[in-house]
């Protein structure tokens, strides 16, 4: 089977590129210069009547996955609205402060989606042994898990990649996502992975000047012909 194609997109313009460009489903965030955040539940709603499958990223802040009892108590309540929103799925992760999965907040985190597919992200790749967290990741129910195999790229984790499709053993899937180009595709299908996941962002310049208190002039939009470009080589994979 051909693995899936996620386009990471931060509205409903990007989405619809996504779709029409042979996403199979996207993530939505916002703030991708972050590493993505929690979009809006406006943002939410409005991404989901596009029609493409979409799965929301909730991550409350920038920086690293250890999180307070309020930050997780903040996130169950936007996975909540998420819910009530339209979405497909929600992404999501949380890391201990000695660098484990943290199972009490990733418990909370999955029962506050409502039986919708759960994703783990790449907080996974944080960990020293990426692939040890598959088994505990299926044991908590999760659906997929979004890694690079624990590399800067997907490219150079592929062995790891390959690790961690054989730990899931057909009891979640792996989505690999990491600066992919075309040329990374076919060792990805390869080792074996589920999905491929990627920003596909260009940067445009005609929103006008933002001036001293907008930030950086310019912002990212969806590029239609990167999506294309790896949707191609997945089908000739």
């Given at each position: 089977m051909?693995?899936?194609?996620?386009?990471?997109?931060q509205?409903?313009?990007?989405?619809a590129?996504?779709?029409?460009a042979?996403a199979?489903?996207v993530?939505?965030c916002?703030?991708?210069?972050?590493?993505g955040?929690?979009p809006?539940?406006?943002?939410?709603?409005?991404?989901?009547?596009t029609?493409?499958p979409?799965?929301?990223?909730v991550?409350?802040r920038?920086g690293g996955?250890?999180?307070?009892?309020?930050?997780?108590?903040?996130m169950?309540?936007?996975?909540?609205?998420?819910?009530?929103?339209?979405?497909?799925?929600?992404?999501?992760?949380?890391?201990?402060?000695?660098g484990?999965?943290?199972?009490?907040?990733?418990?909370?985190?999955?029962?506050?989606?409502?039986?919708l597919?759960?994703t783990?992200?790449?907080?996974v790749?944080v960990?020293?042994?990426?692939a040890?967290a598959v088994?505990?990741l299926?044991?908590?129910g999760?659906?997929?898990v979004?890694?690079?195999?624990?590399?800067?790229?997907?490219a150079d984790g592929?062995a790891?990649?390959e690790r961690?499709?054989?730990a899931a053993?057909g009891?979640?899937?792996?989505?690999?996502?990491?600066g992919?180009?075309?040329?990374?595709v076919?060792?990805l299908v390869?080792?074996?992975?589920?999905?491929?996941?990627?920003s596909?962002r260009r940067?445009v310049?005609?929103?006008?000047?933002?001036?001293?208190?907008?930030g950086?002039?310019?912002?990212?939009?969806?590029?239609?012909?990167a999506?294309q470009?790896?949707?191609?080589?997945?089908?000739?994979?």
């Open positions: 051909t693995p899936a194609l996620e386009v990471a997109v509205d409903p313009a990007g989405a590129v996504a779709r029409e042979g199979d489903r993530e939505l916002s703030a991708l210069e972050l590493g955040l929690t809006s539940v406006a943002l939410i709603g409005a991404v989901a009547q029609g493409v979409v799965h929301v990223l991550r409350p920038g996955f250890r999180y307070t009892a309020t930050e997780v108590s903040l169950v309540q936007d996975i909540e609205a998420a819910v009530d929103a339209g979405a497909a799925g929600v992404v999501v992760g949380a890391l201990t402060a000695d484990r999965l943290d199972r009490h907040a990733l418990d909370a985190l999955r029962d506050a989606a409502e039986g597919e759960v783990a992200h790449r907080c790749d960990l020293a042994d990426p040890g088994a505990e299926a044991d908590l999760f659906a997929r979004l890694t690079s195999g624990g590399a800067a790229t997907a592929v790891v990649l961690m499709v054989a053993d009891r979640l899937e792996v989505m690999a996502g990491g992919i180009l075309p040329g990374h076919t060792p390869q080792a074996g992975v589920a999905a491929l996941h990627l596909a940067r310049h005609d929103a006008g000047p933002a001036g001293p208190g907008g950086p002039g310019g912002y990212d939009v969806t590029d239609p012909s999506v470009a790896v949707a191609a080589a997945l089908r000739g994979s």
